[in-house]
C-alpha cells in the first residue's frame, strides 16, 4: 500500500512538470503573435526543463574500456550480471580516484552502464571483485523506484527554486535600493519590471511552497518506510552470486577504507602498481598465522583471469596510483 501511495504522487509531481511544458506550448501557439505569449510560454516550458527527470550520464572522470582491449573485464562483468539477473552492461568504465562501483542505466537509449572504482578494485581478490560487481548490480532500482526517486530530485528542485533562494535575492534587494539612492535614482530607473518580478516570484512561492514541502515530506516518509524492503531485495540479488560473509566483508573493507592508506603510502614510495596489488593481496588472502583463509577465486572469476584483468587495467592502475593521495576518507 504504501509503495502504491509513494508511486502514486511521484506521478502527480511528474505531471505537473509535464503540465508546465503543455501549458507554454499552448501559451505560445494560441498567440504566437504576442510577445507575453512568449514570456509566459517561455518561462512555463523553462521550468518543465528544470524539473524534468534526469536521464544520468556518466560521471566526467569516467573512461570508457574498449571492449577487445579490455575483454576479460567484460567478461566478468557479463557472467556477473547474468548470475543476478540484471541487463549485461553495454559500456564498462572505469574511475581512477573513485572508490565506489555503480551500475546504472544512462542517456535516452537506457544503456546499461558499469563504472567501476580503480582504488578498491586494485585491492580486492577475485572472490570479492565478484562480489562487488554483484553488490553493485543489485542497486540498480526498480521502475516504480526510479520513478519515485526521480520525484523526489524534482521535489528538492522545487524547495531550491521556491525557498532556497533568500541569500540571492538579499543581494539583489541591496543593489536595487542603491540604484534608488543614487543619482539615477532620482530619475526613472528599472525598479518598476524588478520589484513587480519579485513580487511574482514571492506570490509563487507562497502559494506553491507549503503543497511543495507538504508532498516532498510525504514522499521521502513513504520511501523512508520501505527502505527496508528495498535494502531486503537488494541484498537478494546480491546473494545470488557472493554468500553473507563475502558480502559482509566487502561492506566492512569499503566503509573502514582500511586498504586506502597502506596503498597510498606506496604510491607515494613510488612502487609499482603491480607491486602494489601484490601487498594489498597479501593482506586480504591470508591470515595472521600466513595461512589462506579461503579460497581467493571464485566460481565467476578465477585467478588466473583475475590476473589478465590486471595486465588489461595496468596502464589504468599505473595513472589512477599517481593520484591517490588526492582521495579522501569516505
Not at 209 to 221: C, D, H, S
Not at 312 to 328: D, Q, V
Given at each position: 500500500?504504501?509503495r502504491?501511495?509513494?508511486?502514486?504522487?511521484?506521478?502527480?509531481?511528474?505531471?505537473?512538470?509535464?503540465?508546465?511544458?503543455?501549458?507554454?506550448?499552448?501559451?505560445?501557439?494560441?498567440?504566437?503573435?504576442?510577445?507575453?505569449?512568449?514570456?509566459?510560454g517561455?518561462?512555463?516550458?523553462?521550468?518543465g526543463?528544470?524539473?524534468?527527470?534526469?536521464?544520468?550520464?556518466?560521471?566526467a572522470?569516467?573512461?570508457?574500456?574498449?571492449?577487445?582491449?579490455?575483454?576479460?573485464?567484460?567478461?566478468?562483468?557479463d557472467?556477473?550480471?547474468?548470475?543476478?539477473?540484471?541487463?549485461?552492461?553495454?559500456?564498462?568504465?572505469?574511475?581512477?580516484?573513485?572508490?565506489?562501483?555503480?551500475?546504472?542505466?544512462?542517456?535516452?537509449?537506457?544503456t546499461?552502464?558499469?563504472v567501476?572504482?580503480?582504488?578498491?578494485?586494485?585491492?580486492?581478490?577475485?572472490?570479492?571483485?565478484?562480489?562487488?560487481?554483484?553488490?553493485?548490480?543489485?542497486?540498480l532500482?526498480?521502475?516504480?523506484?526510479?520513478?519515485?526517486?526521480?520525484?523526489?530530485?524534482?521535489?528538492?528542485?522545487?524547495?531550491?527554486?521556491?525557498?532556497?533562494?533568500?541569500?540571492?535575492?538579499?543581494?539583489?534587494?541591496e543593489?536595487?535600493?542603491?540604484?534608488?539612492?543614487?543619482?539615477?535614482?532620482?530619475?526613472?530607473?528599472?525598479?518598476?519590471?524588478?520589484?513587480?518580478?519579485?513580487?511574482?516570484?514571492?506570490?509563487?512561492?507562497?502559494?506553491?511552497?507549503?503543497p511543495?514541502?507538504?508532498?516532498?515530506?510525504?514522499?521521502?516518509?513513504?520511501?523512508?518506510?520501505?527502505?527496508?524492503?528495498?535494502?531486503a531485495?537488494?541484498r537478494?540479488?546480491?546473494?545470488?552470486v557472493?554468500s553473507?560473509?563475502?558480502?559482509?566483508?566487502?561492506?566492512?573493507?569499503?566503509?573502514?577504507?582500511?586498504?586506502?592508506?597502506?596503498?597510498?603510502?606506496?604510491?607515494?614510495?613510488?612502487?609499482?602498481?603491480?607491486?602494489?596489488?601484490?601487498?594489498?593481496?597479501?593482506r586480504?588472502?591470508?591470515?595472521?598465522?600466513?595461512?589462506?583463509?579461503?579460497?581467493?577465486?571464485?566460481e565467476?572469476?578465477?585467478?588466473?583471469?583475475?590476473?589478465?584483468?590486471?595486465?588489461?587495467?595496468l596502464?589504468?592502475?599505473?595513472?589512477?596510483?599517481?593520484?591517490?593521495?588526492?582521495?579522501g576518507?569516505?
Amino acid at each position: 500500500m504504501k509503495r502504491a501511495l509513494a508511486l502514486v504522487l511521484a506521478l502527480v509531481v511528474h505531471l505537473l512538470t509535464l503540465g508546465f511544458v503543455a501549458l507554454g506550448v499552448v501559451a505560445i501557439a494560441r498567440a504566437p503573435g504576442f510577445i507575453w505569449s512568449w514570456l509566459f510560454g517561455g518561462a512555463c516550458l523553462a521550468i518543465g526543463w528544470a524539473l524534468r527527470p534526469r536521464l544520468g550520464a556518466l560521471p566526467a572522470d569516467a573512461e570508457v574500456l574498449d571492449r577487445e582491449q579490455a575483454a576479460q573485464v567484460y567478461a566478468v562483468a557479463d557472467r556477473v550480471a547474468g548470475r543476478v539477473g540484471v541487463p549485461r552492461p553495454r559500456k564498462v568504465a572505469v574511475r581512477d580516484l573513485a572508490t565506489s562501483t555503480a551500475y546504472d542505466r544512462v542517456g535516452l537509449a537506457r544503456t546499461p552502464v558499469l563504472v567501476i572504482g580503480l582504488p578498491l578494485w586494485l585491492a580486492l581478490p577475485p572472490k570479492q571483485r565478484v562480489a562487488l560487481l554483484a553488490a553493485a548490480y543489485a542497486r540498480l532500482p526498480t521502475g516504480g523506484e526510479r520513478v519515485v526517486s526521480e520525484a523526489l530530485a524534482t521535489l528538492e528542485s522545487w524547495r531550491d527554486a521556491l525557498l532556497g533562494s533568500s541569500g540571492p535575492l538579499r543581494v539583489r534587494d541591496e543593489a536595487q535600493t542603491k540604484i534608488a539612492a543614487s543619482t539615477l535614482g532620482a530619475m526613472d530607473h528599472p525598479g518598476t519590471t524588478y520589484e513587480a518580478a519579485g513580487a511574482l516570484g514571492r506570490l509563487i512561492g507562497r502559494v506553491l511552497g507549503g503543497p511543495v514541502l507538504l508532498i516532498r515530506y510525504a514522499l521521502t516518509r513513504l520511501v523512508q518506510a520501505g527502505q527496508a524492503r528495498t535494502l531486503a531485495r537488494q541484498r537478494a540479488l546480491a546473494l545470488r552470486v557472493a554468500s553473507e560473509r563475502e558480502l559482509a566483508e566487502l561492506e566492512e573493507l569499503a566503509a573502514g577504507a582500511g586498504y586506502l592508506a597502506p596503498m597510498q603510502a606506496a604510491a607515494l614510495r613510488g612502487e609499482s602498481a603491480t607491486s602494489i596489488r601484490r601487498s594489498a593481496l597479501s593482506r586480504f588472502l591470508l591470515t595472521d598465522d600466513g595461512v589462506l583463509d579461503s579460497p581467493p577465486h571464485s566460481e565467476l572469476l578465477g585467478t588466473r583471469d583475475s590476473e589478465r584483468i590486471d595486465e588489461e587495467l595496468l596502464a589504468h592502475y599505473t595513472r589512477a596510483i599517481r593520484g591517490f593521495g588526492l582521495i579522501g576518507s569516505p
